[in-house]
């Protein structure tokens, strides 16, 4: 067997809303494809031998041992796989438990997902699992060295991965909050909240903490002064930057014992404690040159250390720091017993453990020599041997809460501290023999205060309560009642995304400040474009969301990014599905319409219960997503006498309907229009049904958002198919004796839609049209029998970008679509080949319009948009004007309007003259046809007309 490929799913997705964070394998049985586990001899024996602990997964027969049973009858391999990557990374300290086997329509290749908790240990974690069944099948075993070197690996990508202990309380306590957050690719900063309500932290430093403050902080020698100026107790000493200048300070501060230390160091790094000689001093000095350039020579206190946090100028915690030491036995020496110490399991490398591993280095060997000992000492029962002189939790110490137990006035004092330093939150250290007396009546010195202080002693203690520290600083970024989360409009379906999304950009521009979105063109904040292509999976959407002055996203999302990734969001406010139709079929494993609808359902299931669902009352698979929400449900409809939307509306619910020519919404019983079609710039006069309901959805997007229907109104009139606002979504150009129309529309559904608006052409209509190659064969004889109902004449161009295919193997198939069409239309009569193959795209384009004959409409379908725009822009179209309140036709406006520059606005209507057959055949069913051709009002009401039904 063989993985075909690998995928890192970072946010609900297919699989699981809630377990957003997945590995999924397209794994390839091979010879294995007709073997179940029970048939490979001793695998069963082999599997529990390397992993008995598997007894605990319970798998389908819900019990103890289920899964093992279920390999003893009989398994595929892909579900074993599944099981062991789970089981490896509980076993190296990340539990899970989520898992999905499922095979694909291609026999003996199966989808198998199962969670994960780092993402470099889950991809790991798959390769290692692979490893062991194969090995298992191969020699009837999976070594124990060959495991340990596994579980250590994962172990190692899991410290990697850290974020820190102080950033993992954060981030625990966001999710426990709801708050989203994001790890940001720099410096170990934490975003926490969305867009312009987000907040930063890098460990526990905040997007509140003053600069000012962490830089006074950093020097210990100024925070000194400063502090002993506002009558705060602190130890006597001086700076010195010379050897030379350190004996006349000693006398200065009144000789031994002494504290020498950096000036601007942290974590204990180069201190030294209880000083109580010149060579003891000399040698300190040393040390913390090697750290800093100043030195701070201080009077030693007796006592113990206390580190006292302060949030918000609030003592929250209090932890006694105890230096890294060992309890003799009486038998072991001190070495043996540091050995004994750092097997603790909750001591590792770095800060990434509760308690840190104690090195034994040449600072421990001279403080061993100062107590009279060396590493081989055995020290007495009960005897305890320091080896470090800083009481860090870095260098091996632990913590003691004592936060109970602090004085009043102490904390008094504490608090003043960190207001006259000016943090947001202070790491306090006191040096007292009694923390629950005043300071003054124990001789008691705040010795530092510190930005960033660790989190880790007081969230788990060695000793004592731990303290949920990370909720106090929350508090202070998003006070209770502030918004954490931007709004979220997530538009998906199968046609329409784009010209969907950007009309919800520009109506709920009318309310909020700053309006991101993402699309097929590329990536928008405020108007600007920030980043230009495909922008609709996650990483796009990203952007937008950590973007500070963004406070309302609007995100296409199309099917490849849920497929890739999974959403980039954990919940939305809103989630808009359009539409599902067969396209992209029999990629990524999604070969039905029903599994795409499932896909596209994501979005729908991902809305916060608090939000809504804007689904398409006439499409069934999307009104059955309804059943899967959560949240509300809205529809939209072109048909207002929609039984599911008369049964919606009736129950007090809210839709958008097309009814009398008006884009219309209903709430309850009440009707609230919004303004005529023909109004409407984007409806190309209300004949184009597909962007009414593009409009429909939007504003009803927008209404459940709070949008007022005279801002949503302002918004529709002021939106149109142009290549400003949506290049390539029925962009529609004069050239003075004929008109050229640019469209994406690329899959059966679309191409139906657009024939909705060409059965309305009055002349003659060429279509310039291809496909992607990766589309399945029946895909393109479709398109090719759709084509002949739609154009009078086809020119068959091929991407450049053929996706596999050989030259012009596509363009055969839309063809034989094309007589396969006209065949079925009139079989008594031999098929005339009116159509032109030219597969080079800019060759095709260039031929339909040199040939197009007076008052036609060439159609062009291109895979570049941009490339199809220019051309027609290099033969000077003229601007159209606003054609659909004079109720002129296109050919009517080319004579009407002045020449000038190059333009690509329209709100042009084209004139109904062709066939009822023409049109019937191109509107493609009763119901698109009755949609197109639906009489308009003659008199239009201004504001938005309440009616109330009866």
């Known amino acids: 067997m063989k993985i075909l490929k690998t995928q890192t799913l970072r946010g609900p997705n297919y699989w699981s809303i809630r377990r957003s964070k997945l590995i999924l394998l397209r794994l390839d049985l091979e010879a294995l494809a007709e073997s179940p586990s029970n048939e490979i001899e001793g695998f069963y024996e082999g599997l529990v031998e390397a992993l008995p602990s598997l007894v605990e997964h319970h798998c389908s027969p819900g019990c103890r041992g289920g899964f093992l049973s279920r390999v003893e009858e009989g398994t ?47 991809r790991y974690a798959a390769r290692a699992a692979f490893r062991l069944c194969n090995s298992i099948i191969t020699n009837g075993h999976y070594s124990q060295a060959e495991l340990h070197k596994d579980l250590e690996d994962l172990r190692t990508l899991r410290a990697d991965a850290s974020l820190g202990p102080s950033s993992e309380a954060l981030v625990r306590e966001a999710e426990a909050r709801g708050i989203p957050w994001t790890a940001l690719e720099t410096r170990n900063l934490i975003q926490f909240g969305q867009g312009k309500y987000q907040k930063r932290t890098q460990a526990s430093l905040t997007s509140h903490s003053d600069v000012l403050s962490v830089e006074l902080a950093c020097d210990k020698e100024s925070t000194k002064q400063i502090l002993a100026n506002a009558g705060i107790p602190v130890p006597k000493g001086a700076v010195v930057y010379y050897l030379s200048e350190l004996e006349d300070a000693i006398a200065d501060i009144g000789g031994y014992p002494l504290v020498i230390k950096p000036l601007d160091g942290n974590h204990g790094r180069g201190i030294t404690l209880d000083i109580q000689s010149w060579q003891e001093a000399e040698a300190a000095y040393d040390r913390a040159k090697d750290v800093s350039t100043g030195v701070i020579v201080e009077h030693y206190y007796q006592g113990r250390d206390h580190r006292v946090l302060v949030v918000n100028h609030k003592v929250i915690a209090v932890a006694e720091r105890i230096p890294a030491h060992v309890i003799g036995n009486g038998q072991d020496s001190i070495e043996a017993l540091v050995e004994a110490e750092n097997r603790d399991p909750r001591r590792g490398e770095g800060h990434d453990n509760l308690l840190t591993l104690i090195a034994l280095d040449r600072a421990a060997d001279e403080l061993l020599a100062r107590q009279g000992y060396q590493r081989d000492s055995v020290l007495a029962a009960g005897e305890i041997c320091y080896l470090k002189a800083t009481a860090n939790l870095s260098t091996g110490g632990v913590a003691v809460d004592r936060t109970d137990e602090i004085h009043p006035e102490t904390l008094w004092i504490a608090e003043r501290a960190s207001r006259i330093i000016g943090l947001d939150v202070a790491g306090i250290d006191i040096v007292t023999t009694d923390i629950s007396q005043p300071l003054k009546a124990v001789n008691g010195v705040i010795v530092e205060v510190n930005a960033a202080p660790g989190l880790r002693m007081h969230v788990a203690p060695s000793q004592g309560v731990p303290r949920n520290v990370a909720a106090p600083i929350l508090d202070m970024l998003f006070p209770p009642g502030s918004p954490q989360r931007i709004p979220i409009v997530a538009i998906t379906g199968t046609n329409g995304k784009t010209t969907t999304t950007r009309l919800t950009a520009h109506i709920l521009g009318q309310t909020y400040d700053t309006v991101g979105f993402t699309t097929t063109d590329g990536i928008y904040i405020d108007g600007n474009l920030i980043e230009k292509g495909d922008t609709t999976g996650p990483q796009s959407a990203q952007v937008i969301l950590q973007d ?97 939307v008369r049964v919606h509306t009736e129950r007090g619910g809210i839709a958008a309907v097309y009814e009398q020519g008006y884009l219309s919404i209903l709430k309850g019983d009440w009707l609230m229009r919004i303004e005529q079609a023909s109004r409407v710039p984007l409806t ?15 504003s009803l997007a927008a209404f459940v958002r709070g949008v007022a229907i005279d801002d949503i109104r302002s918004a529709l009139r002021s939106f149109r198919a142009s290549t400003q606002q949506t290049p390539g979504r ?25 024939g909705s608006f060409v059965a309305n052409w009055e002349g003659p209509c060429i279509g310039v049209v291809g496909a992607p190659g990766d589309r399945r064969n029946e895909d393109f004889l479709e398109l090719g029998v759709l084509c002949g109902k739609i154009f009078d004449q086809v020119f068959i161009k091929e991407d450049d970008d053929r996706r596999g295919r050989a030259p012009g193997e596509v363009a055969e198939l839309i063809l034989a679509g094309l007589e396969q069409g006209a065949a079925l239309a009139n079989p008594t009569e031999p098929a005339v080949r009116p159509h032109v193959v030219e597969l080079n795209e800019t060759q095709a384009i260039n031929l339909a319009l040199d040939q197009a004959p007076e008052g036609s409409l060439v159609v062009i379908l291109p895979e570049i948009v941009s490339r199809a725009i ?50 019937a055949k191109a509107a493609g069913s009763k119901k698109a046809k009755a949609a197109a051709t639906q009489p308009q009002p003659q008199e239009h009401l201004n504001g938005a007309a309440k009616v109330h039904l009866t």
């Open 870 to 919: 220019e051309l027609i822009s290099a033969r000077n179209p003229l601007p159209e004007g606003e054609l659909v309140e004079a109720g002129l036709s296109p050919r009517q406006a080319a004579k009407a309007v002045p020449s000038g520059a190059a333009a690509t606005v329209s709100g042009a209507a084209a004139t109904p003259a062709k066939s009822n057959k023409r049109r």
């Open 76 to 122: 595929m391999m892909g579900h074993i796989l599944e099981h062991v990557a789970l089981e490896l990374q509980t076993l190296a300290g990340m539990p899970v438990g989520f898992g999905r086997t499922r095979e694909t329509s291609d026999p003996g290749i199966y989808q198998v997902v199962f969670e994960y908790q780092n993402e470099q240990a889950g």
């Open 730 to 754: 029925m962009n529609l150009f004069n050239l003075g004796k004929y008109h050229a129309l640019v469209d994406y529309a690329h899959n059966p559904a679309s191409y139906a839609a657009l």
């Open 548 to 644: 500070p002055t963004v406070d309302v996203a609007v995100l296409e999302t199309a099917r490849g990014g849920l497929l890739r990734s999974g959403l980039a969001f954990q919940h939305c406010d809103v989630g808009v599905v359009l539409n599902v139709a067969a396209d992209h079929l029999g990629l990524g494993d999604i070969d039905t319409v029903e599994q795409l609808a499932q896909l596209k359902g994501v979005v729908a299931e991902a809305i916060h219960p608090s939000g809504y669902a804007v689904l398409n009352a006439d499409d069934e698979l999307v009104a059955a997503m309804a059943y899967k929400v959560d949240a509300n449900v809205a529809y939209f409809s072109m048909d207002p006498d929609n039984p599911r």
């Open 684 to 698: 190309m006069g209300g004949k184009a049904p597909f962007m009414i309901a593009n409009a429909l959805a939007a």
